[in-house]
């Protein structure tokens, strides 16, 4: 019994490890056939958005996200639309948000390829380093992500 126990447990580590090496090697493909990768950011924050033109905390987490895109040459963001039915009214509608970001025409797949996208907004931040920094789901702001990257760099 206690055999089986300490394999259940080494393998579910092995899964929990494999899980996040998976989401720090990622690739994605935006709109527009350009390949983004989290390993061609290294030296930047990434900053990847889960979104939805329906969601209400989404699009209001938008202009955060296109102001700290702006100013900061050390973030890099990719939004990923989810749960939608047309992608060129997508691509309109984050036209008409003044997104400044690649964006992401996703699925499951690509959720699956980041990781465990429980609502909507979710956004998981990457450090310089590549290594997830944090998940948040729900509306997240752009004094919440300079708070969270000021503590990374010690101030």
Known sequence: MKK???RLFFLLVLFWVGVGLAAEK???TDAEGKSHSLAGYRGKWVIVNFWATWCPPCLE???DLVA???ARKDVEVIGIAMEFQDARQVMQFADGMFVNYP???GDRKVSESIGQVDGLPTTFIYDPQGKLAERHVGKITRKQIERLIGARKGG
Do not use: A, N, S
Request: charged residues 20%; contains cysteine.
């Open 4 to 6: 089986q126990l300490c």
């Open 26 to 28: 990622f690739t994605l």
């Open 61 to 63: 987490e938008i202009p």
């Open 68 to 70: 700290i895109k702006e």
């Open 103 to 105: 964006i992401v025409l």
